[in-house]
């Protein structure tokens, strides 16, 4: 790559880089951002400091100055813990969000009493699986599995309206 489409390549990830500072609430001075340089040996990489201060607690931005086109955001394993422990926590709620939707469509007799027995039915399907790895469960499926199960803990409709006087066959 020649020198020039090295700097294009810079100054556009800079730009990307000074994006997602804005985003993140830092201010144009409070980055710091490296560059990455390859050195004789394969096994080691040199980082120049181009703008910023070593040992801050804000993430450090590296550039690849061989490649040009990748940029890297380092950031404390405090940091990355609390950012992974917020991930799961935003998923499991959006799974429970989910869930809770898809009871409600099924119109429960008993939304505790079908949440219950739902999380019962994931929680053997979560052990059933080998190892760490995400299992992918249909919802609307396993309401309908407990709904032919657990009737009682449904409200069945075709019922309702059967014996309602207005709505129904019978009057």
């Known amino acids: 790559m020649s020198d020039k489409e090295n700097e294009n390549n810079h100054t556009d990830l800079i730009k990307k880089i000074n994006a997602l500072s804005e985003s993140l609430g830092f201010k144009n001075g409070e980055k710091t951002i490296l560059e990455i340089k390859n050195t004789e040996d394969p096994h080691i990489k040199q980082l120049i400091l181009k703008s910023g201060e070593w040992g801050d607690d804000k993430p450090m931005f590296a550039i690849d100055a061989e490649d040009g086109k990748r940029a890297y955001a380092f950031i404390p394993a405090d940091t990355f813990a609390q950012i992974v422990n917020a991930l799961k926590a935003a998923q499991t709620e959006n799974f429970n969000l989910k869930l809770e939707k898809t009871i409600w469509q099924h119109v429960p007799a008993d939304f505790e009493d079908v ?57």
Request: glycine share 6%.
């Open 115 to 171: 949440w219950v027995v739902a999380m019962d039915q994931i929680k053997k399907l979560t052990q059933s699986q080998k190892g760490n790895k995400p299992i992918s469960i249909d919802l609307d499926k396993l309401i309908r599995d407990i709904k032919k199960e657990h009737p009682n803990l449904f409200i069945n409709l075709k019922d309702l309206y059967a014996h309602h006087p207005m709505l129904g066959n019978e009057g």
